[in-house]
């Protein structure tokens, strides 16, 4: 079962834009991972924020948790097209030895 | 690039057949876990094989069993295939430390059931 839902599940925008996608989950989490895809590839990993962090940034790249409203953000600024790629959050419960389980992911396509 | 490499890249097979799939691991790395993509949706876990044991898994059924070598690579075999088994099928190394912090995915393996 996928426990992370992104929000949208399509993005497009114009290079230079900043780019936002959500994440929302259902469990207690001990922390939640942003990882990349390109197009029929394996994933990346972005950047870690644990529970008890409220933002974290990495380059270009923000993130923001909200352990009440169980949702965290991804922002991406000033968006390349090299940005264009499938974008998945990952939730690791504070719950036993889980796996790490991935939402459906946003499609982020960012035009030149 | 991650030092995780899975072979082969695309393979295509017919409903009943039997497939391995096969994972190096990054060096270094004595945690490997396995995860089915369906096309336009996230991994889904299989499971996680820590010191050639399997110490986790997913809704999956038996016929998905794997293993570790000594040197830490994996296979992943799947008995009795069916039409909904085709997916991108990922292989995922870590440290035993780190493994519920980080990933280090492959490249994958496409797998078409016909």
């Known amino acids: 079962s996928q426990q992370g839902e992104e929000d949208p599940q399509a993005l497009s925008i114009q290079e230079g834009e900043n780019a936002t996608m959500n994440c929302s989950y259902k469990t207690s989490i001990n922390n939640l991972q942003w990882y990349r895809q390109n197009s029929g590839r394996g994933l990346v990993h972005l950047i870690l924020?644990?529970?008890?962090?409220r933002e974290k940034h990495s380059g270009r790249l923000r993130v923001t948790l909200d352990t009440s409203k169980k949702s965290s953000s991804l922002l991406i600024t000033a968006s390349r097209a090299a940005d264009t790629a499938s974008y998945f959050c990952?939730?690791?419960?504070?719950?036993?030895?889980?796996?790490?389980?991935f939402g459906k992911g946003t499609r982020l396509s960012v035009i030149a | 690039e991650t030092g995780v490499t899975q072979s082969p890249t695309h393979l295509i097979k017919t409903r009943g057949q039997q497939v391995t799939l096969r994972c190096s691991s990054q060096s270094g790395h004595n945690t490997v876990s396995w995860y089915q993509q369906a096309l336009g949706q996230g991994p889904q876990f299989i499971f996680q094989y820590y010191r050639e044991e399997e110490n986790g898994r997913g809704n999956f059924p038996p016929r998905f069993s794997g293993l570790q070598f000594p040197n830490y690579s994996s296979e992943l075999n799947v008995n009795a295939l069916e039409l909904d088994d085709s997916a991108l099928y990922l292989c995922?190394?870590?440290?035993?430390?780190?493994?519920?912090?980080?990933?280090?995915f492959g490249s994958g393996t496409q797998l078409s059931v016909l």
């Open positions: 924020i644990r529970s008890n962090e």
């Open positions: 990952a939730t690791m419960s504070n719950s036993g030895n889980t796996p790490l389980v």
């Open positions: 995922a190394s870590s440290d035993q430390g780190t493994v519920n912090e980080k990933l280090f």
